[in-house]
């Protein structure tokens, strides 16, 4: 488990990352039906989240968590059923009150999507 920063908060640069495999459940569904046999972009932003979230987590105060704010996303290339994608988000700023991170989904043929995640903080058990 990582260490804290004195800030309490992820460091400019800080990285944390997950490797993800599609599978057909990841594919581009709608209406019940897969429409294109290809790495939804709904699947991709739940991966980013998840990269985003492991990125605060090891950050986080006993009496508190973050969630998801806004995020932005730019699907550029198909990933296929097989694929192996590694999703990193990397920290730009963070202070007291949120983490941005630019995002990356990167599989064998390249650049899958970018982004940027930010999370805000919350006193723990406000969600819920």
Not at 55 to 83: F, N
Not at 88 to 115: K, L, M, S, W, Y
């Amino acid at each position: 488990m990582q260490e804290r920063s004195r800030t309490g908060r992820p460091s400019p640069g800080e990285e944390a990352s997950h490797r993800v495999l599609v599978t057909h459940d990841m594919l581009a569904m709608l209406f019940g039906r897969v429409v294109h046999p290809v790495y939804a972009t709904a699947a991709m932003v739940r991966h980013m989240e998840e990269a985003g979230r492991l990125l605060v987590e090891p950050h986080l105060g006993p009496d508190e968590d973050a969630t998801g704010y806004r995020i932005d996303v730019t699907h550029a290339l198909p990933a296929r059923t097989g694929d192996r994608l590694t999703v990193t988000a990397r920290c730009t700023f963070a202070d007291e009150e949120q983490c941005v991170a630019d995002v990356e989904v990167r599989g064998p043929r390249g650049v899958v999507g970018r982004g940027t995640f930010v999370q805000r903080y919350v006193p723990q058990g406000t969600l819920g």
